[in-house]
């Protein structure tokens, strides 16, 4: 099952979002369980914003998403609310490989025109060209993902990925 295309509504968010913005360090000594944790998403910056989050949301981001620590918590927090994109002007390259092995789509593309709650989609073109819709008709041209890449996070991420591919060698 192709995870593209692929729409929701907007969550804006800005420029060097840490880690620990995405899910405190004090939460995860009392579990890293995403289903809980989602309750407590980005509670530093919004208290409310974990409760407004809808399945099918997807991140909007400035520069640098995901710096700070290399946790693998605050991929998996965002994958257990529902989030199954983050559309970002450029990603940490821990957060980046992050989200690839655990499933969560990481786009890199020009973020500047789109608005909270804005309805967008990600869809590959007829050449396989990764393209963002901003929700007023305009498709905004996407950095590439490798196909690799792509079936990897269609199955789930890398260990799904492997599972499912028995016998893998580099």
Do not use: H, W
């Not at 530093?44 to 995901?66: E, H, M, Q």
């Not at 992050?98 to 786009?107: I, Q």
């Amino acid at each position: 099952m192709s995870m593209l295309p692929l729409s929701g509504r907007a969550r804006i968010l800005g420029d060097d979002v840490n880690t620990d913005y995405i899910i405190s360090s004090r939460r995860k000594k009392e579990t890293i369980d995403p289903s809980i944790l989602r309750t407590y998403m980005l509670e530093d910056v919004d208290p409310d914003f974990a409760a407004s989050v809808r399945p099918g949301d997807i991140l909007v981001a400035g520069n640098n998403f995901g710096c700070g620590s290399a946790m693998e918590v605050a991929v998996t927090v965002v994958l257990g609310a529902g989030i199954r994109a983050i559309v970002a002007k450029s990603f940490s390259r821990t957060y980046l490989r992050n989200a690839m092995n655990n499933g969560l789509l990481p786009v890199v593309a020009d973020t500047s025109s789109i608005r909270e709650g804005d309805e967008i989609s990600l869809v590959q073109d007829e050449n396989g060209r990764l393209l963002l819709g901003d929700g007023r008709g305009d498709l905004i041209a996407c950095d590439p993902i490798a196909p690799f890449m792509l079936e990897m996070l269609n199955m789930g991420g890398l260990v799904s990925y492997l599972r499912q591919r028995a016998g893998f060698t580099l």
